[in-house]
Every structure is written in structure tokens, then in C-alpha cells.
């Protein structure tokens, strides 16, 4: 009802938009383990946290706009983030180290 | 003025990025796969809740409240259970977990064994630069010899993440891994002769 397209008060959308910025460069980070990982299991790691750091952005940003549909995104983009994960680590055992 | 409930958004938010942070810095400082996929389930899945849990009370009572519990619901168990599934493929191709003895092998005798978590990779790049017994001047050039074939990609990197090379240098399947930077920048310049080493070394 508050959410519906009121925004919410200053302090919280700030809140959420400093949480945002700080899982956004949180993600940047991570992907130097993408990068460099030695293995492809540790890049796979690496990618799923950027992917459900990016979840948590989304949700946060639904948040601070108060436009719940972003909601919907955020859980489709969760649920394929581990169906991504899942996908390359069976793939993986059955190939060998492809990437 | 500031209710209750901006409070404990605001707290939630806080304990969701520091957990969060906890999980990119073992995600980058740990020596290999298993404690990376362990700190990375773990602590993020905690960071995810909680920041989910601020979202669901901004919203407060809504139909959309539930939507963000489901989401909550859903990470909870879909995070542990991805890096479960990837940490058993890596446990399926063979990939050995780094041990003490990797350490012991990498650091050499002068550094002490019983070192600090945090200390772990400091000794490593001084007992490779300038040891000062015979026996460490015995693992000087291995260290000498891992680190320009893993560093060659990515040279411009700090001081810590040469400690932390040094550290992967340690173990078996590293030295395998070594040309993997290379498939990380040019690709694949060879998938075949990855999987042939690692599976050499299994056996």
C-alpha cells in the first residue's frame, strides 16, 4: 500500500541506495576471482555471487523506487542464476575443464 | 525523527553488506576452491537474507512482502546448494584441497608453522625473495620458478595477490592450473592439455 508508488522516507531510500552501490562494487570485486581463478569451479563460484549480488541490487533498487514489480526480476534472475550454476557443474563433470 | 522500523532497515542493511564484504574478501584471500566455496556460500547467503529482509520491511504489509520472502526462501536454499554442486564437480574431476602441509612445503621451515591466518601469505614472498637458512634456500627457487609462469598474465597485480599466487603456488593441482590464467585472458589456447594434466596428476 505505502509501496505502491510512494517513495519512502529520505533516510531509507538513501540507506538502500548506499546498500545498493556497495553490493555493486562488491560484485566488481569478486570478479577479479572470475577472472583469475584458477580453476573452472572457482570461476563458476565467482560468477554466482556477482549473480546473486545482483539479485540483492535489484530487490534493493524495487525498494528504494517502491516499484514492487522489480521484485518479479529479481526472482526470475535468482532462479537462473542457480539454474546457471548448476548447469556448469554438470556440464563440467561430464566434459572435463571446457572454458 | 526516526521510527523503529528505519532503524532495524537500516541495521539489516548494514549486517547485509558486511557480510557481504566478509564473503568477497574470503572469495579472494583463501588459498583454494574448497575454503572459497565455503566462504562464499556461506557468508553471502547470510549478506543475501538479511538485505532481503530490509526490502521486505520497506514494503512493509503488502502482497509484495511475500514476494520478498519467497525470495528470501529461495536464496536460502538455492545459494548453499549451487556451491555444493559445484564444489562436487571440482571434488569429481579430482581438484586436491589445499592442506597444511602445502603451507609447510611453500613457506618453508624458517617461517614457522604455526603462523596466523593473516600471516599465512606474508612469509611467503619473503622466505622466496631472501631466505636466510639453507633449507629455505632450497624452496627459494621453486617459488622463484612457480611465480613468473602464473604471474606472466597478470603482472601489474598488488602485493597481495603475488603473497596469495605464491600460496596456490603450493599445491599440487596449481601447478597444473598455472596456464590457466592463460584460458582466462586468451579464452582457450589449449582446454585439452588443461584436462590432460589434471588428470595426470589424479592419477
Known amino acids: 500500500m505505502s509501496a505502491a508508488g510512494s517513495a519512502v522516507s529520505p533516510l531509507i531510500s538513501g540507506a538502500l541506495f548506499a546498500a545498493a552501490g556497495a553490493f555493486v562494487l562488491l560484485g566488481i570485486v569478486v570478479f577479479y576471482r572470475v577472472y583469475r581463478g584458477p580453476t573452472v569451479q572457482d570461476r563458476v563460484i565467482g560468477v554466482n555471487i556477482v549473480g546473486s549480488n545482483t539479485v540483492i541490487v535489484i530487490a534493493l533498487l524495487a525498494a528504494a523506487f517502491g516499484r514492487p514489480t522489480f521484485l518479479d526480476v529479481a526472482l526470475v534472475y535468482a532462479l537462473l542464476n542457480f539454474l546457471m550454476s548448476i548447469a556448469i557443474s554438470k556440464f563440467t563433470v561430464e566434459r572435463g575443464e571446457v572454458f | ?203
Do not use: C
Request: cysteine-free.
Open chain 2, 1 to 203: 525523527m526516526v521510527s523503529i522500523g528505519e532503524i532495524a532497515v537500516v541495521a539489516l542493511l548494514v549486517g547485509g553488506v558486511f557480510f557481504a564484504f566478509v564473503a568477497a574478501v574470503g572469495l579472494l584471500r583463501l588459498p583454494d576452491l574448497y575454503t572459497r566455496a565455503h566462504a562464499a556460500s556461506k557468508s553471502d547467503t547470510l549478506g543475501a537474507v538479511l538485505s532481503l529482509a530490509a526490502v521486505a520491511l520497506v514494503f512493509g504489509t503488502d502482497v509484495t512482502t511475500v514476494k520478498a520472502a519467497f525470495l528470501i526462501a529461495f536464496m536460502f536454499v538455492t545459494n548453499p546448494t549451487a556451491a555444493h554442486a559445484i564444489v562436487r564437480a571440482a571434488h569429481d574431476q579430482g581438484i586436491e584441497p589445499w592442506t597444511v602441509a602445502d603451507r609447510e612445503t611453500e613457506v618453508g621451515p624458517a617461517a614457522g608453522g604455526e603462523s596466523t591466518e593473516g600471516t599465512v601469505s606474508e612469509p611467503a614472498t619473503d622466505g622466496g625473495t631472501s631466505g636466510d637458512g639453507a633449507s629455505s634456500e632450497v624452496t627459494a627457487p621453486d617459488a622463484e620458478s612457480t611465480e613468473p609462469t602464473r604471474t606472466d598474465p597478470t603482472a601489474s597485480d598488488g602485493e597481495a595477490i603475488d603473497s596469495e599466487t605464491a600460496d596456490d603456488g603450493a599445491t599440487d593441482r596449481e601447478g597444473a592450473a598455472g596456464a590457466d590464467p592463460d584460458a582466462g585472458g586468451g579464452t582457450d589456447p589449449d582446454p585439452d592439455g588443461d584436462r590432460d594434466r589434471t588428470g595426470s596428476e589424479q592419477r
